[in-house]
């Protein structure tokens, strides 16, 4: 049989921490899904896909299921990452109650084609 313990060197003792890192161990971490208000205040209006009524539990979307935003019927959307969306739909509980296609409604013209506005049937050909 082998004797490890003879062979492998003996394992370092551990370290003691420095005090700043102790400070820093003891501080309490960030809230990633800190309160709405706290972000309005910040200027920041992009919402997470867990604030919104069209996420079901399964992770889907409701709104890309409905064909109110471009994706697939089956999109997932990452839940924690913020966004713009013009598929929000607020919870009950968040105090802006505008929905995303009124809250960013440039959202639905981007990459669509500049319309030119219809020539005058008095001035056609006047030029």
Known sequence: MIDWAAILPPAPAPAAKPE?????????VADPGASIAAREREGDNRR???????????????????????????????????????????LPSDPDQTPGRVKWGWLATIGQPVRSQPQNANTKGME
Request: proline share 6%.
């Open 20 to 28: 700043a890192a102790k400070q820093i161990e003891s501080r309490p």
């Open 48 to 90: 997470r896909c867990t604030e919104c009524g069209n996420l079901t539990d399964r992770g889907l979307c409701l709104a890309a299921q409905r064909g109110e935003i471009v994706a697939s019927r089956s999109y997932t959307p990452v839940r924690d990452l913020l966004r713009r969306c013009e598929g929000f739909n607020p």
